[in-house]
T-cell receptor
């Protein structure tokens, strides 16, 4: 079964510091994609970063990087130099060959000034 | 980047009426569209998957006669909530992707309130 686990319901980080949001996944597929989305209080889902299962290098996108450890089946999101606007809910998601996706339960990140 | 436009962003309707939500891919052809429902403070729940030109595949527990999905073209999918009830009040989100194993782009979401 395809499953995403986010073990941190809530996280706090001081402004300008880095934070890591955990994500582990379970799949028997060889080919899959991993995504992180940000959902601010306004509700829209914002795509942040993508990692393909065959990509050897960790994906980076500005202040976001994905720490992909395939053997451990983990895809942690690292946000560097946190900003107040980063306060939001963050979802880890997996896309698998059947064309479907599955989401974790989310982590609420609060950036403190 | 790719843009998915979802309309309306907010809708209030009376119990018993139907509401249609549109999801359009503006600069790419969306071979697959997904419809999600999100309850407050919870993760998204996949309701159904639709491929252009074919019937939608509904997830277990989702009433296909209540949530009608049409994906008539490569740029438009619609979700119609029929005979809406207050328990259907939720935040509905669509996403679209151009091919397998490519990222999905999300619409802005629709807040449905049934009174």
């Amino acid at each position: 079964a395809q499953k995403i686990t986010q073990t941190q319901p809530g996280m706090f980080v001081q402004e300008k510091e880095a934070v890591t949001l955990d994500c582990t996944y379970d799949t028997s597929d060889q080919s899959y994609g991993l995504f992180w989305y940000k959902q601010p209080s306004s509700g829209e889902m914002i795509f942040l970063i993508y990692q393909g299962s065959y990509d050897e290098q960790n994906a980076t996108e500005g202040r976001y990087s994905l720490n992909f450890q395939k053997a451990r089946k983990s895809a942690n999101l690292v946000i560097s130099a946190s900003q107040l606007g980063d306060s939001a809910m963050y979802f880890c998601a997996m896309l698998f060959n059947a064309g479907k996706s599955t989401f974790g339960d989310g982590t609420t990140l609060t950036v403190k000034p | 980047g790719a843009v998915v436009s979802q309309h309306p962003s907010r809708v209030i309707c009376k119990s018993g009426t139907s509401v249609k939500i549109e999801c359009r891919s503006l600069d790419f052809q969306a071979t697959t569209m997904f419809w999600y429902r999100q309850f407050p403070k919870q993760s998204l729940m996949l309701m159904a998957t639709s491929n252009e030109g074919s019937k939608a595949t509904y997830e277990q527990g989702v009433e296909k006669d209540k949530f009608l999905i049409n994906h008539a073209s490569l740029t438009l999918s619609t979700l119609t909530v029929t005979s809406a009830h207050p328990e259907d009040s939720s935040f509905y989100i669509c996403s679209a992707r151009g091919g397998v194993n490519t990222e999905a782009f999300f619409g802005q979401g629709t807040r449905l309130t049934v009174v």
